[in-house]
Nanobody, 117 residues
Framework: QVQLVESGGGLVQPGGSLRLSCVVSGSIFSIGAMGWSRQVSGKERELVATISSIGITYYADSVKGRFTISRDYAKNTMYLQMNSLKPEDTGVYYC???????????WGQGTQVTVSS
């Protein structure tokens, strides 16, 4: 089993920055790609960024150039550096890990990000 715990959310003004963290525990060697998704109340969860086990990244068009996803294997942690935040970035951000077999997805409990003046 794999456990994911997010942190780093909060309230920030437009144009500000936040860094989200996702700590992985459990069967960490079974993990392949990881990523971040976000969800606004009443809307479907939206993919924000992903990073493969070899560091290949993907970003949604809405965050490209502003967000950076990274992994620190020594700390079993994935990050999402968010710069130039906009009100439309507001939502609950979820960490996701996929098994190497791609048959199982693991999710964290989510962390709230609010961008408002």
């Amino acid at each position: 089993q794999v456990q994911l715990v997010e942190s780093g959310g909060g309230l920030v003004q437009p144009g500000g920055s936040l860094r989200l963290s996702c700590v992985v525990s459990g069967s960490i060697f079974s993990i392949g790609a990881m990523g971040w998704s976000r969800q606004v109340s009443g809307k479907e969860r939206e993919l924000v960024a992903t990073i493969s086990s070899i560091g290949i990244t993907y970003y949604a068009d809405s965050v490209k150039g502003r967000f950076t996803i990274s992994r620190d294997y020594a700390k079993n942690t994935m990050y999402l550096q968010m710069n130039s935040l906009k009100p439309e970035d507001t939502g609950v951000y979820y960490c996701k890990a996929q098994s190497r077999s791609a048959l199982t997805d693991y999710w964290g409990q989510g962390t709230q990000v609010t961008v408002s003046s």
